[in-house]
């Protein structure tokens, strides 16, 4: 009777997560562990499942011997293929099956996945993103500073988006001080799984190069020229509009350069958890002669517990030709804060 019951019990078990795991999305980890519920997208060597029990979970993709998703995908694999269709399981543990649209399916590991981007789920559910904010005081100056950054991304079936923003400012005993602001927003359309359309806008102000407002438009394309299991590497160029008013009241007029610009990021997932991000744009004027900017921005991330990480943020920016005569042409610094990644 006893041997009877248990094996009612087992079965009905099974019966039960077989039937969740028709309707849900499935995570099966190497150490026995199974996560049950809705895979939101994968990016940088690790997926994110919104589990029934556990809510929303990042799980290094070394980590899963079985996969199982029911919706359609967009696909981009380290080899830069890129794929429409769906993802089925592989008998082979640590590996995935890619169903496309109009081409023959194709079984790769799932550690080649470098990037799913989900295209039937709500808008808010495909943010991802990151929010920071840090605070610094020094005795001597009787002077505080903060400062804020928030990153947010969204993927279509062939758009890319990133809003990125950025300030700080300066706290003393009388007045608050906006030092340094940045807002930009990056759209690319997929030409390919390597080429792409890329347009920017962006708002700059930097006081301490006699900056009180530049806005910036560039439309151009580039190119992903390394695609690795722990690190990217992309070039964009093309056209930059650029309008400028210095912290004395002069406006500059429309500006013309020719920009080229590099974003990389590394990821390692082995303890310690560490991601680096980093642009390095430099802007060659066409309107006047010999002027050279350059920005440099970069994020060192260590995880301190699951979303919560622990951020260096060095900045420079240099101008061989500041608004100002009376500026500085090279600025420095680095913002330490605590970001949250969701």
């Not at 029934?52 to 830069?80: G, P, W």
């Not at 543990?93 to 496309?100: D, Q």
Request: charged fraction near 20%.
């Amino acid at each position: 009777m006893i041997r009877r019951f248990i094996l009612i019990y087992i079965g009905t078990i099974c019966s039960v997560v077989a039937g969740l795991g028709q309707n849900k999305d499935s995570i099966y980890l190497y150490n026995g562990q199974i996560l049950i519920g809705e895979i939101r997208g994968a990016n940088f060597g690790s997926i994110t499942i919104d589990d029934m029990d556990l809510k929303m979970q990042s799980v290094k993709l070394f980590k899963i011997r079985r996969l199982r998703i029911r919706e359609m995908f967009k696909i981009e694999t380290l080899d830069k293929h890129l794929y429409f269709g769906l993802l089925e399981v592989s008998q082979k543990p640590g590996w995935i099956v890619i169903r496309p649209d109009r081409e023959p399916a194709e079984e790769i590991p799932i550690v080649d996945i470098y990037q799913l981007i989900a295209l039937n789920g709500e808008f808010f559910k495909r943010l991802e993103g990151s929010l920071s904010a840090g605070f610094s005081y020094a005795r001597s100056s009787d002077i505080g500073q903060v400062n804020f950054n928030s990153t947010v991304g969204f993927a279509t079936r062939h758009f890319n988006y990133q809003l990125q923003g950025s300030e700080i400012g300066s706290i003393d005993s009388s007045h608050f001080s906006r030092d340094n602001e940045n807002l930009q927003l990056f759209a690319g359309y997929n030409l390919s799984a390597v080429w792409f359309v890329a347009g920017v806008g962006q708002y700059q102000r930097n006081l301490e190069l006699s900056i009180a407002r530049r806005w910036l438009q560039m439309a151009g394309g580039g190119k992903k020229l390394v695609v690795k299991d722990t690190w990217q590497l992309l070039v964009v160029s093309g056209l930059t509009f650029t309008q400028e008013k210095s912290t004395e009241g002069v406006s500059s007029g429309l500006l013309l350069e020719l920009p080229i610009m590099f974003q990389f990021n590394f990821f390692k997932f082995h303890h310690p958890d560490i991601q680096i991000a980093s642009t390095q744009t430099a802007y060659f004027s066409l309107s006047e002669k010999g002027r050279i900017r350059y920005d440099s921005n970069t994020s060192f991330s260590w995880q301190l517990i699951r979303y919560f990480y622990l951020t260096l943020g060095p900045y420079a920016s240099f101008d061989s030709k500041p608004p100002s005569q009376t500026g500085e042409k090279f600025d420095y610094g680095i913002a330490v804060s605590l970001s949250y990644k969701f």
